[in-house]
Structure formats: structure tokens, C-alpha cells
């Protein structure tokens, strides 16, 4: 067992299993399985490159002897920080069968959140490309070993000092380890709203059974074809159903450089694409590219949005202009996720955020003192069940918080539940900046904006926007000197922190309002800024 890692009570965990959710499989002997019954069938493809079933399987095999000569054993911890390649699933299946476990880091992620996870995980190596998206990751991987000089640094690439993933693939393992499906298989990122993200440990058992049930609804086979646009590290195209989801269902994954209608259009027709899934914003450019789009994109039966609040304006747009049906998918990294069916009446698909994929899903709606709302009303939604965690990793006290004391996940979202069971999201109770899904957490920014000489104090909030949904707006009490906006942003950028969670803009003020109780008052920030942005475009 990895220590700091809560785990499910005897009693759930019995009964999971009892009822079926959890069916004693790995992500290593799942990959073996499907390598035994459909060996030649194409497990993923990413540009002129294809891998079948058998051959992922052999690679991964090859790799994890590899990883175990560097020394990398069960119960490890490996931050893993590869775009859409298909080193991603070679690196992540070695690693499965090691019973090491993967950290997930974004592509943008930078030295100050690379060097927290490495630190707090205690990871023994970090796997990176050499450049994607004209940045070089090994200059990346030199400052983050400059604060962990014992990281193994591994590149899928031209390695440089360090090094090369192509080099690892040795013959076989020693002792293969067993690798139990209640064993924590890796850590995945929180969205955070307090201070840095915390990492969830997710179980073979729990996450098998989400992408399971998430392929089921999307009706995966294996004749289906998932395009992931979005980095595959994220939880939704991870698993909702997501590349694993694919993989589980023995279809196919096909790998888009890059999620715009000019690199994911000609893919679609090209390799028959059968599901894929966006954010609202990609949504959004997906929506107006396809109308003078010269691509046949008849092959697309299903068109997930997720990860943050899709329009009902735009969701009613997406079948008449793509001919699919659209799905809506409402997850979190911590467990839940939720969606709607592809039978589901049309009001229901564009109205509503879905309902949960499990039967075993227990939702509570409730006020700020925990107690359940009437029917219909809005309230933050708690959960617990078969895919969710019952606490974060190596966070004890902050555990008391974010959980109830019977388990339930407060999931800081502002939700109704209809009389069908469906979920419409309402707003959030979290101190987070949702922009256009990626997860900002306001202390963490604000934090790295006091460490600034001349900032006396900062609060950050989201600022509407019509396009991302939020965009994140930082409120500064300055000291003395006046650094300017841009010398703000590029201390911030200096910090190492993801260009996403740069605050968008910045708002000179004197004082902040404050609530009866003495806290600075976000909602009043709120109001502020959307007055002004309003004001202006009224002027306009
Ligand atoms: C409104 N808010 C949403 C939605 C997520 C599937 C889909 C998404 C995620 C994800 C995921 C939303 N409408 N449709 O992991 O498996 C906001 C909520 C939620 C938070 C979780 C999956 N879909 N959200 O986005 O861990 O606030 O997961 O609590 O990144 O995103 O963020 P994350």
C-alpha cells in the first residue's frame, strides 16, 4: 500500500464488489487481455504511426523492465507529463505493470507545479517530450532538478543530458510484482480551490468501473473510434469514457496534435472518428468552423462537451450542425461523473448536465449547514459512491474538510437535481475560477501575486466571458511602488506557474469590500468587475 492514501471502507468496498462494480481487473492484465483476443486490431494512432493491441502490450512490457533496471518499483511515484503521443500509453501501461504509480501533469503545467508534485509525491522520475508546442521541456526538467536533484528525468525525444525513453525498452521484468486491483494505480490532479492541487489516488477497482460505465453509455465497441483532442492526461479524456474508456471497450484511439477544427476536421474524416469530446469553448469554434467545414464529418455519432457549464443556447446547436448526438458530461478527477443518454429526450441532453453513471452514485443536495434542500432547489452537491474517492492524498487535515464525516465528497458545486434525478449545474460554492475548464485555484494564484514586493494584498475572482464562460480577474492592493500590469503577469510567468492560470486582468483598488464576518468579499469582487465589463459594453 502507498501510504497517505484513504481508502474505502471494508463495508463499501465489500459491497462494490458484491454488486458487481468491481471486478478484480487492472489497467495491466486489462491491456493483456485485449491483447490476447484482438492482438491485431490498432489500439491507438497518432499521425502516420498506429500500434496494434499486441504490440502496446509488448512495449509496455519492455518498458516497465526498462523502468525497473533504473530502479523504479512498486509503489513509486512517476510524474508523467506527456502530450498526445502514444509514449503517453506505453509509459503509463509500463508503469501500470510495475504497480509504480503515474502523477498527472498537464502539458502546461511549469516548474512551480512540476516541482511541487515531485516534491510532494516524492516521485523517483519524471517523463517529459523533448518539445511540443514549440517549448522545450528538458529546460523545463533542468530548473525543476535544480530543487530535486535525485529526479530521474526520462525524454520521449531527443533526450539531451538526460534520459532517452526509446533507450529503456529492455527484455523483461524480474519478479513481476503483484499489482492488486484495490491498489491505488496513480494520481491524478484536483482542480484545487485551496492553495496548491491536491492528488487524488484513484484504485484499478474505481476507475475501471467509471470508464466502464462511461463506454456503456456512449456505447462503445469495438468498432468505435475516440479522437482525444483535449491533453489525455485530463480525467475527462482519460476516462469519460475518455482514451482508457476506448482502450477498455478494445476500440480505437486516435491522437489530434491539436484540438483545432484545421488538425481535428480532416482527422475525423480521415479515421472514420466515431466520438470525441471538447470543452465549451472548443465547442463553440467547432460550432462555427463546421458550417463552411468541406470535411465529411458523417462518421461522428457522438459529441461530448464537459468540464465546464456548456450553454443551452450552444448544446442546442450542436446536433442540427454536426448531425450527431450531443452528450453532456458533468465529472470530477475525485470520482463522480455524470451525463446524459444518447436516448435521452433533446430537452433533457441540452438542458441538463446528466445524471450520475452509477446506480451506486449517492448524491446530496444541501444549504451550508449540511442539511438537505427541498427537492428542485439549488445547493452544493456532496457524493460518495463506487468511483469516488474518500480522500485526497497526504492531506489529513484538509481531508476533514473536504469530506463529511460518512464519506460524502463536497464537491463546492452549486447544483438543482430535477424530478428525472438529472443535475443542472447552478454556480460554485469553491473559491476557484473555472476558465473555459481549465481549474484555477484563487489562493494558489493569489499567493504567488503576495510573494511580489510590492503587493500588499490580491484577491482573485472570475470575470464573465462570453467565449471561455470565466476569465479570472485579480483585485490588488498595491504598497508603494506601481508595477505595472505587465510587470505583474510576467513576475507571475517568472514563478513557473501554467500560462492559464496567469490572471487574465488585473484591477488596481484600494481597499476590498469585506463581509459582515471580516472576509474579503469575492461576491461583492464579483459584481465589481462584471459592472465594469458590462458598463463598457455598454458604452461601446
Ligand atoms: C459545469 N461544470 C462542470 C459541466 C465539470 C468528465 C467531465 C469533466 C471533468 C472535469 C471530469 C462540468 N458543467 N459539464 O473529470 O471525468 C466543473 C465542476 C467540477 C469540476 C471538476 C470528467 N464538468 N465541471 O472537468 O476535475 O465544478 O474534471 O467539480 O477538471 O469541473 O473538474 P475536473
Not at 438542458?351 to 448524491?363: F, L, N
Amino acid at each position: 500500500m502507498v501510504t497517505g492514501c484513504p481508502s474505502f471502507p471494508k463495508e463499501f468496498a465489500e459491497r462494490y464488489r458484491e454488486m458487481g462494480c468491481w471486478r478484480g481487473e487492472t489497467f495491466g492484465n486489462m491491456l493483456r487481455e485485449r491483447a490476447e483476443s484482438q492482438g491485431e486490431r490498432i489500439a491507438v494512432t497518432s499521425g502516420e504511426k498506429n500500434i496494434s493491441y499486441a504490440e502496446l502490450d509488448k512495449r509496455a512490457d519492455g518498458l516497465a523492465a526498462g523502468f525497473q533496471q533504473l530502479g523504479i518499483r512498486k509503489g513509486d511515484r512517476v510524474v508523467v507529463q506527456l502530450p498526445n503521443r502514444i509514449e503517453f500509453f506505453e509509459v503509463c501501461f509500463a508503469l501500470f505493470r510495475l504497480g509504480a504509480l503515474p502523477v498527472f501533469a498537464l502539458p502546461s503545467h511549469r516548474s512551480n507545479e512540476i516541482c511541487y508534485f515531485c516534491e510532494f509525491a516524492e516521485a523517483v522520475a519524471y517523463v517529459i517530450p523533448d518539445t511540443y508546442m514549440e517549448f522545450d521541456y528538458r529546460t523545463l526538467a533542468k530548473e525543476v532538478k535544480n530543487t530535486v536533484p535525485g529526479l530521474q528525468v526520462i525524454v520521449a525525444g531527443d533526450a539531451g543530458d538526460f534520459l532517452a525513453l526509446p533507450e529503456l525498452y529492455a527484455a523483461a521484468i524480474v519478479d513481476p510484482p503483484a499489482v492488486s486491483s484495490s491498489d491505488v494505480a496513480f494520481l491524478q490532479l484536483s482542480g484545487g480551490s485551496t492553495g496548491l492541487s491536491k492528488l487524488i489516488p484513484r484504485t484499478h477497482d474505481d476507475y475501471i468501473y467509471c470508464l466502464r460505465l462511461n463506454g456503456e453509455f456512449c456505447r462503445l465497441n469495438q468498432d468505435s473510434v475516440y479522437l482525444a483532442v483535449l491533453p489525455v492526461a485530463h480525467n475527462f479524456t482519460l476516462s469519460s469514457p475518455g482514451v482508457l474508456g476506448a482502450l477498455y471497450a478494445g476500440a480505437r484511439v486516435v491522437l489530434a496534435a491539436a484540438p483545432s477544427p484545421d488538425e481535428a476536421f480532416p482527422l475525423i474524416e480521415q479515421e472514420r472518428v466515431t466520438i470525441t469530446s471538447l470543452v465549451p469553448p472548443l465547442a463553440l469554434i467547432w460550432l462555427e468552423a463546421v458550417a463552411s467545414s468541406r470535411y465529411d464529418l458523417s462518421s461522428l455519432k457522438v459529441l461530448q462537451v464537459g468540464g465546464a457549464k456548456f450553454s443551452e443556447e450552444a448544446a442546442r446547436r450542436i446536433k442540427p450542425a454536426f448531425g450527431c448526438t450531443l452528450q453532456q458530461s458533468y465529472g470530477m478527477a475525485e470520482g463522480l461523473v455524470n451525463c446524459t443518454r444518447l436516448d435521452d429526450p433533446e430537452e433533457t441532453i441540452v438542458s441538463t448536465q446528466g445524471k450520475p453513471v452509477s446506480p451506486y452514485d449517492e448524491i446530496r443536495v444541501v444549504d451550508e449547514d449540511d442539511i438537505e434542500v427541498a427537492p428542485g432547489e439549488v445547493g452544493q452537491l456532496l457524493t460518495r459512491g463506487p468511483c469516488t474517492i474518500r480522500g485526497y492524498y497526504k492531506a489529513e487535515e484538509h481531508n476533514e474538510k473536504a469530506f463529511t464525516p460518512d464519506g460524502f465528497y463536497r464537491t463546492g458545486d452549486l447544483v438543482s437535481v430535477n424530478a428525472a434525478g438529472y443535475i443542472v449545474v447552478e454556480g460554485r460554492a469553491k473559491d476557484q475560477i473555472n476558465r473555459g475548464g481549465e481549474k484555477i485555484a484563487a489562493e494558489e494564484v493569489e499567493n504567488h501575486l503576495l510573494a511580489h514586493p510590492a503587493v500588499l494584498d490580491a484577491a482573485i475572482v472570475a470575470m464573465p466571458d462570453a467565449f471561455l464562460g470565466e476569465r479570472s480577474c485579480a483585485f490588488v492592493i498595491l504598497r508603494h511602488e506601481n508595477p505595472t500590469v505587465g510587470a505583474l503577469k510576467n513576475f507571475l510567468k517568472e514563478r513557473g506557474i501554467a500560462a492559464f492560470k496567469i490572471p487574465d486582468r488585473i484591477e488596481f483598488i484600494d481597499s476590498f469590500p469585506y463581509t459582515p464576518l471580516g472576509k474579503v468579499s469575492k461576491k461583492e469582487l464579483r459584481k465589481m468587475i462584471a459592472e465594469k465589463i458590462n458598463g463598457k459594453r455598454l458604452k461601446e
